[in-house]
């Protein structure tokens, strides 16, 4: 039987966003709360929690690859502590907007790779995003799309305002998979 997955942007879903800046150390890194109860539900309903991440920082030359490791160990272990779970992969893509790489959302190249490595199954699988490029990147990639946020010009198959409403309504949107 394949797998089945929440594919996750990070900045927004798991850390806040900083506005017109990026996360290039463990101390700018600032965990959305209600986070820790989505991961719970995502790893006991049976998903796997993979990472699907834009970081254009390492691109532009503002962080490295070392710094972002360190951010990505200590939000591992931070979950881990947390929860008892981490997220099962991370999948990063480092490429300029402007280099129109095929891993790079809204293009769907992380998706897949995690799709082939961990023989899963896309009408199972969600993708979940704050931004316009996370649900395009879902939907190329033939997954359900789920969008945290206030813009209703996004349309995703399912729009939540915040994680706390999507944790709300988790139930209601994995029902719509058979078991």
């Known amino acids: 039987m394949k797998n089945k997955a929440f594919f996750l942007d990070r900045d927004g879903i798991i850390n806040e966003r900083l506005i017109g800046d990026y ?3 463990v101390e700018e890194f600032k965990f959305i709360e209600d986070f820790f109860n989505l991961l719970k539900k995502i790893k006991e309903s049976n998903y796997l929690a993979i990472l699907i ?3 254009q920082g390492i691109g532009k030359g503002l962080m490295t690859l070392n710094d972002l490791e360190k951010i990505h160990n200590y939000m591992q272990n931070e979950l881990e502590k947390k929860t008892n ?4 992969d991370i999948f990063i893509c480092t490429s300029l907007a402007s280099e129109n790489d095929y891993r790079r959302k809204p293009n769907p190249g992380m998706i897949f790779e ?3 490595k961990y023989d899963i199954d896309p009408n199972l699988s969600f ?3 704050d931004s316009l490029s996370d649900v395009e990147a879902g939907k ?8 945290i946020g206030d813009d209703y010009n996004i349309k995703a198959n399912f729009n939540f305002v ?3 409403e999507f944790v709300e309504h988790f139930e209601n949107v994995q029902q719509i998979n058979p078991k």
């Open 162 to 164: 915040n994680i706390m």
């Open 85 to 88: 779970y981490k997220l099962d």
């Open 53 to 55: 991440s834009n970081q």
């Open 23 to 25: 996360v290039k150390s």
């Open 140 to 147: 190329r990639a033939g997954v359900k799309t789920i969008f």
């Open 127 to 129: 993708m979940v995003g």
């Open 114 to 116: 995690a799709i082939e």
